[in-house]
């Protein structure tokens, strides 16, 4: 199959297959990141897509399967950071006002959106780049950034 004729078969789905995302993941970058990846999948075996009946039922099919994976991973990931947050859970030394760093943290961590939280919690845990790269999905620029400006934020959020 050429460029052009994958072209004229599957880039049209786009809006379609990312709603059916959506609908699946209730997050618009997971949903974007599910479909970027069901054509790259597409893209990689386009070779045996020539005499698809329906393209479009074969996306959607595929994209359900990924949508499952990313659920099974970030279920996976949140159960494996419960265990690792409940083991950790010792008693940190106060601050100057009293106040436990361990309460701050969770306060802190609280506070942050779903996908910061887990970078963060994960970055605690002692989870590589690699590692969190792999469990959620976010590239690793992405979660280098993340980190930084978590960190930066919980320094300026302690000092207050």
């Known amino acids: 199959m050429t460029h ?11 809006h379609i297959l990312l709603g059916e995302a959506r609908k699946m993941l209730c997050d618009d970058f997971e949903a974007e990141d599910a479909v970027q990846n069901l054509y790259l999948r ?23 399967n990924i949508c499952i994976d990313r659920w099974r991973a970030l279920r996976l990931a949140e159960e494996k950071n419960r265990l690792l947050v409940e083991d950790t859970t010792t008693e940190a030394a106060p601050d100057a006002d009293g106040e436990n760093i ?10 942050l959106p779903d996908i910061q939280r887990r970078i963060m919690k994960m970055t605690i845990n002692g989870y590589g780049i690699k590692e969190i790269e792999q469990i959620t999905g976010v590239p690793e620029a992405n979660i280098r950034v993340t980190v930084s400006r978590l960190r930066k934020r919980f320094r300026k959020y302690i000092n207050e």
């Open 102 to 111: 361990q309460e701050c943290l969770s306060h802190f961590l609280g506070s």
């Open 4 to 14: 052009s004729e994958f072209k004229i078969r599957f880039l049209p789905l786009h």
């Open 42 to 64: 597409l893209w990689a075996g386009r070779e045996r897509l020539k005499d698809l009946a329906s393209p479009e039922g074969y996306c959607r099919t595929v994209l359900r």
